[in-house]
């Protein structure tokens, strides 16, 4: 099977200084004793949903991966994977609101 780098490994060849720095913060959020105010496994949560809302398979495969070793269950990561999908609707309505009062008003 061919090694595939991620997107992280990528950077880090080719802008080292800039994939330290992503790590960097990476740390103070989820390490840092300062930014412990929402736990570790809501921050992972919300990074599975952010990266499912985004369209980024990786980074979704990476927050899940992460998340199971934190001990999130499948459970709570199918439940942010629908929030993401509910979200992502919600926005799509949000997007096609002026078109649809146009349409409603007969302006178009």
Not at 1 to 15: H, R, S, Y
Not at 29 to 48: C, M, S, W
Not at 73 to 95: F, G, H, P, S
């Amino acid at each position: 099977m061919e090694n595939i780098k991620t997107p992280i490994d990528l950077l880090k060849e080719f802008a080292p200084e800039f994939a330290k720095h992503q790590m960097d913060d990476k740390t103070l959020l989820f390490d840092h004793e300062n930014y412990q105010t929402v736990p570790k496994r809501y921050k992972l949560l919300a990074g599975i949903a952010a990266a499912a809302v985004l369209n980024s398979d990786t980074c979704t495969r990476m927050w899940v991966k992460q998340a199971k070793q934190a001990g999130i269950t499948n459970r709570e990561i199918i439940e942010a994977i629908m929030v993401a999908r509910y979200m992502k609707q919600a926005v799509v309505n949000d997007t096609v609101a002026n078109t649809l009062a146009l349409l409603s008003e007969n302006k178009l």
